[in-house]
Every structure is written in C-alpha cells, then in structure tokens.
C-alpha cells in the first residue's frame, strides 16, 4: 500500500493534523488544472478532496485497527466558487460509527468562508481480507 496515495499526491493534498481519533485536517492548492470552463475549480476534485480526508479520519478512528476503508455513499454541497491559487483546507470528523460502518463529514474553506460540505459513509474491511468487494465501492 502506497502512503501517500496516488490520489492524494495528484490533488496535492497535505495532511496538516491527525492526532485526534477521527478528525484530520488537510490542505490543497487550487490548482489551475482542476478548473471548469467557467474558469473554477470543477466540483469532482472538491469532492475527492474531501472523500481523501474524511477516508483518513475514517482510519484515525479505528484506533490501531487495521482496515481498508471504503466510501460507498457520498453528499457534497457547493457553497461557493473556487479561484484557482486559493489554499483550500478540509477538515474531516467522524460523526459515528461501529466496527464495520463508519459516518463521517467534511468541511472545506478557503481561508476566509466556507466553500463546500460533505457527508459520507464508509465500510470497513479487515487490511488481510481482499479488497475486490472494496475496490467497487470507492
């Protein structure tokens, strides 16, 4: 397993804080390869930011545990453009959860106002099992 993920390396992401149990905080660039044809940051790689958090904080909760985890349902709601040169910072909390469905949520902000929020869900999975039912999943 890659740490840090090719995901979170193509968005740039970096992890700013993990030390609670089920709370990361992460910071990405808005980069002008994400933007839309209305010159913004095009709302998939919001998403993929948060969906990276919250999948961190997801880990940080398990406490030692050693899982795969999975988003099998995500909501995101855009609350404001994205110019491209803005830091964005996401900070992921796990709202709760057992030992194999875990909910958590996102908030992004651009140093000055909130610009998207994000609930998901995410399945656990022992790291031993075979990810194929995961891989599906997210």
């Given at each position: 397993?890659?740490?840090?993920?090719?995901?979170?390396?193509?968005?740039?992401?970096?992890?700013?804080?993990?030390?609670?149990?089920?709370?990361?905080?992460?910071?990405?660039?808005?980069?002008?390869?994400?933007?839309?044809?209305?010159?913004?940051?095009?709302?998939?790689f919001?998403?993929?930011?948060?969906?990276?958090?919250?999948?961190?904080?997801?880990?940080?909760?398990?406490?030692?545990?050693?899982?795969?985890?999975?988003?099998?349902?995500?909501?995101?709601?855009?609350?404001?453009?994205?110019?491209?040169?803005?830091?964005?910072?996401?900070?992921?909390?796990?709202?709760?959860?057992g030992?194999?469905?875990?909910?958590?949520?996102?908030?992004?902000?651009?140093?000055?106002?909130l610009?998207?929020?994000?609930?998901?869900?995410?399945v656990?999975?022992?790291?031993?099992?075979?990810?194929?039912?995961?891989?599906?999943?997210?």
């Amino acid at each position: 397993m890659q740490v840090p993920p090719n995901c979170d390396l193509t968005l740039g992401m970096v992890c700013e804080e993990k030390s609670e149990p089920g709370r990361t905080r992460w910071r990405m660039q808005a980069d002008e390869r994400f933007l839309n044809p209305a010159g913004v940051v095009q709302g998939g790689f919001i998403g993929a930011f948060c969906d990276s958090a919250m999948g961190a904080a997801t880990i940080t909760w398990v406490r030692g545990r050693k899982v795969l985890t999975a988003n099998v349902e995500m909501k995101v709601s855009f609350l404001g453009a994205v110019r491209p040169g803005t830091t964005l910072v996401c900070t992921a909390t796990v709202v709760g959860g057992g030992s194999r469905v875990v909910f958590a949520e996102a908030r992004v902000t651009d140093g000055e106002r909130l610009v998207a929020t994000a609930s998901s869900t995410y399945v656990l999975a022992p790291r031993s099992a075979e990810p194929d039912g995961l891989a599906r999943g997210g």
